[in-house]
């Protein structure tokens, strides 16, 4: 279920306390100056995606923040047997469940990436469990895509649909802003990014595997053990836990 949109920009009401209506007449003098919702989500404002440069006056700024990332397992398996509309179907139903449960949890969905994406929390709307609200959502998309694994396989031919998601989250300081000259990207960079994109990269279809840090600050939302992952690009072995 798709949450309910917000009437007013959720991240310049919070951080600049103006009230920028994202919908509704009150909202068409402003889209006349390219104010509409951001496509990251919906509840904020192109004002916070340009809140760097014409506010900050600064490229980039360092935010603690929740980083996901989402893969789809079994994807590229299916390219080989399934037909293009089958696969767009899939993505588009991939794609749907990871929006919704992240923009219910005040998250954005930074890029979509093939079949993978990346999502933020904890910018521009601040949540002070902004980890706790990250491992929430995480926990919506595999209930959500798992519900409708049989419908999906039965539309797009797959029969049993041999597909799953995993996801992988760390929780930290990290930077984030524009980046690029030619070609400027919104983004968030650094050490927590990567561990996240990492813990992903070793999740199984239908697990969450979350950082020692995520763990620390979801207040006892995750009770299982970890175990440590030689995570590519990381020196030392890294803790991750089941959530």
């Known amino acids: ?20 209506p994202l919908r509704g007449p009150l909202s068409a003098p402003f889209r006349l100056f390219g104010i509409k919702p951001s496509r990251m989500n919906p509840n904020t404002c192109t004002i916070c995606e340009m809140a760097f440069s014409k506010i900050m006056k600064a490229r980039a700024v360092t935010i603690d923040a929740t980083i996901m990332f989402a893969d789809l397992r079994g994807y590229t398996a299916l390219t080989q047997t399934i037909e293009q509309n089958g696969l767009t179907l899939l993505l588009d139903a991939f794609y749907d469940d990871c929006a919704a449960a992240i923009w219910r949890y005040d998250g954005i969905l930074n890029k979509t990436i093939g079949d993978a994406v990346f999502a933020i929390f904890n910018f521009p709307v601040r949540r002070e469990d902004h980890a706790a609200q990250a491992l929430m959502a995480a926990r919506e998309i595999q209930q959500s895509f798992g519900r409708r694994r049989a419908e999906l396989g039965q539309i797009i031919g797959a029969g049993d649909l041999e597909i ?6 760390d929780s930290g300081e990290t930077n984030f ?6 070609h400027r990207d919104l983004t968030a960079v650094g050490t927590v990014v990567n561990r ?9 279809s239908g697990e969450i ?16 053990g970890g175990s440590d992952h030689a995570l590519k690009g990381f020196g030392q072995p890294v803790t991750l836990f089941p959530a």
């Open 196 to 204: 996240a994109a990492r813990a992903q990269a070793v999740a199984r």
């Open 177 to 182: 802003g524009e980046f690029g000259q030619s």
């Open 1 to 20: 279920m798709t949450p309910e949109p917000a009437s007013v920009c959720l991240g310049c009401w919070q951080n600049l306390h103006m009230p920028i």
């Open 164 to 169: 799953g998601i995993g996801i992988g989250m």
């Open 209 to 224: 595997l979350v950082t020692e840090a995520v763990r620390d600050r979801t207040r006892g939302m995750i009770t299982a």
